[in-house]
């Protein structure tokens, strides 16, 4: 009995500890006084020419809590009228009580919850402190603020495709700090874009993928010739020369490649909707060039890849009428980013250059300019 009594008096202080320590993770956490936020200015207009300078000063009162907590805190951006439900942050130092943010990083944080470049766009800002997973809201301040239009280059990632093909195409022979990119305008470790392949001697058609602008990390064919990457492996040989669209999914260690030589066609052009006008790589420029093509005012015009219809350079919707010498952002349908089969048109008769520029998947570019 006395046995069994030590045993019931054990468990009965086990119970009690393990009680009081599920009491004491339950303490709640409330705030006594709210954070304030407050900025020196309520206007900005953001430059790329001064991207690392601070456009725009805050300062803020920390929130007190009933209990001793470890915080972090953030400056929390949004668009007006959504609730905060897109937002973006910038994290400042738990020491601090005033911070400043950079043209840059402003313009990041816009491009990130949707802000309409050029134009003004009424943005709301509230500081965030952080405890554990539980979040505290100051009030929040209005900001009118004009972004700019982001370099694509610096907002998307990206992986290197060095090779000996890179030096003829503007770039340097198997550099990862200097070769074409694939970029990833979903951010999700699928990467597409376009290579130019002049020469197929020795390694002049060869290439593999690098990260990080290195060779540390870099993937190449596993040695079969499917499709399949794998750490430091075999460089990857085009069969023919010409321009390659190249997709890798840098996660599930695939790629593609197909061949992809750009025209124009259209019965703004001279051979009509019969024929292509082809595209010439300028490895000065790294850009795809016809230095001179009559278009007519009252036709239109696309490009299209390999003389079929199968790949083509167009308007994400509409039929749009091109300015002289004005780059535009263009779409290619094999992307699903094409709304229909919208054509290009000019307003004025006349010789025209055209250029495209494809380095970049995430802003493909478009300019015509009068002669």
């Known amino acids: ?15 009690l500890v393990i009680s009081c320590e599920k009491d004491e993770d339950q303490a709640v956490i409330s705030e006594t006084n709210a954070g304030k936020l407050s900025s020196d200015k309520s206007t900005i207009v953001l430059n790329e020419l001064v991207a690392n300078d601070a456009v725009i000063n805050f300062t803020w009162t920390k929130p007190t809590f009933n209990i001793a907590v470890v915080s972090s805190q953030q400056i929390e951006f949004g668009i007006k009228g959504n609730n905060f439900k897109k937002s973006a942050t910038v994290d400042f ?9 950079t043209h840059a990083a402003m313009n990041a944080v816009m491009f990130n919850i949707g802000a309409t470049p050029d134009v003004v766009n009424d943005i709301e800002a509230r500081l965030k402190t952080s405890v554990g997973s539980a979040a505290f809201y100051s009030n929040v301040i209005a900001l009118k603020v004009t972004p700019y239009t982001p370099n694509p280059d610096l907002v998307y990632p990206k992986i290197n495709v060095p090779g000996g093909y890179a030096g003829a195409a503007g770039y340097a022979n198997w550099n990862p700090a200097n070769s074409p990119n694939l970029f990833s305008p979903e951010k999700d470790n699928k990467y597409r874009g376009f290579i130019w392949i002049s020469n197929l001697t020795g390694e002049n058609g060869q290439y593999k993928f690098a990260i990080n602008q290195d060779w540390p990390g870099n993937k190449g064919d596993d040695g079969t010739n499917t499709g399949k990457l794998v750490g430091d492996g075999a460089n990857i040989k085009a069969p ?4 390659y669209y190249v997709k890798v999914d840098w996660v599930a260690n695939t790629y593609s490649s197909v ?10 052009t001279p051979t009509g909707w019969n024929s292509d006008t082809d595209f010439v790589y300028n490895p000065a420029t790294k850009t795809y060039v016809i230095n001179s093509i ?10 299209r890849g390999n ?5 083509k350079f167009q308007p994400k919707k509409d039929d749009q009428t091109l300015v002289s010498g004005k780059a535009v952002q263009t779409y290619f349908n094999a992307e699903n980013t094409v709304d229909g089969d919208p054509n290009y048109k000019v307003s004025e008769a006349g010789n025209y250059k055209i250029e495209l520029d494809l380095h970049n998947s995430a802003y493909y ?6 002669l």
């Open 259 to 268: 061949l992809a030589n750009f025209g124009i066609i259209g019965d703004a």
């Open 307 to 311: 003389d079929d219809w199968a790949l």
């Open 240 to 243: 023919v020369i010409g321009t």
């Open 294 to 303: 009559m278009l007519s005012s009252t036709g239109s015009f696309k490009f």
């Open 1 to 15: 009995m006395k046995q069994i009594f030590r045993l019931l008096t054990i468990a009965l202080i086990g119970f």
């Open 365 to 370: 570019k478009l300019t015509v300019t009068k």
């Open 93 to 101: 130092s738990n020491d601090l009580m005033t911070g400043s943010v």
